[in-house]
């Protein structure tokens, strides 16, 4: 039983470049998230699904774009690189609103 | 829309000594409500949780969290500090009022002297 597994964990990009930071857990989770953390400023809830074919947006959502098409999966792209997106980024998922969440091992993004 | 406030970024204590560490909630309905701890360099792991079934809820290491729907509080608190407890603690909220996102406040560094 693997968890969440989130991929890579460190990334260096220039200025306007994309990427894809992915995440997949095999727990059955309907629901799935990504957040960002920042000193001082917590975790901050970035997008978010409830399910396959279902997405939503979160806290900071700006210059960020997800899919969820199947259970397992829920990949985080960002499609133009800005150093504002400089950050660690967390993949979370869990099943009820009542129970804890699970996370992945963290990305830590460069963006120069 | 459901927030979540910690007050203090900051909170040093003596080894020993009582550990009080704040969470305020904004909610049409009371939510679960969750914290967690980040220790160095460490992913972040469930402390408690309070999901109605008792207002005084224990958690992993010694500590416990008191909901209050009147003062729309869930203050963590241990009442001896140990070395080992220093790390950043945060506060969450989800579910009932809010959808099925979860919030996190902006996290409390708790300090411990020896």
């Known amino acids: 039983n693997a968890g969440v597994t989130q991929t890579p964990k460190f990334q260096v990009l220039k200025t306007g470049q994309s990427m894809t930071l992915q995440c997949a857990q095999d727990?059955?989770?309907?629901?799935m998230s990504w957040y960002r953390q920042d000193p001082g400023m917590g975790l901050r809830l970035i997008h978010y699904?409830?399910?396959?074919?279902?997405?939503d947006q979160g806290e900071v959502p700006n210059g960020y774009n997800v899919s969820r098409s199947t259970t397992e999966d829920f990949p985080l792209r960002l499609l133009s690189a800005a150093p504002s997106q400089t950050s660690v980024y967390f993949c979370?998922?869990?099943?009820?609103?009542?129970?804890?969440?699970?996370f992945g091992s963290g990305t830590q993004l460069s963006v120069l | 829309a459901q927030s979540v406030t910690q007050l203090g970024s900051h909170v040093s204590v003596s080894e020993g000594a009582l550990v009080l560490l704040r969470c305020n909630y904004s909610s049409s309905v009371p939510p679960y409500l969750f914290w967690y701890v980040q220790y160095p360099n460490q992913g972040l792991q469930l402390l408690l949780k309070?999901?109605?079934?008792?207002?005084l809820v224990k958690g992993i290491n010694g500590f416990e969290a008191e909901f209050k729907k009147s003062e729309t509080s869930f203050h963590l608190t241990k009442p001896s500090a140990h070395m080992s407890d220093a790390a950043e603690y945060f506060c969450?909220?989800?579910?009932?009022?809010?959808?099925?996102?979860?919030?996190f406040g902006a996290g409390t560094r708790l300090f411990v002297k020896a």
């Open positions: 699904s409830v399910g396959a074919g279902i997405t």
């Open positions: 969450a909220v989800s579910g009932r009022g809010g959808g099925f996102k979860t919030i």
């Open positions: 727990m059955n989770h309907e629901y």
């Open positions: 309070y999901t109605s079934a008792a207002t």
């Open positions: 979370a998922s869990r099943g009820g609103p009542n129970e804890k969440l699970f």
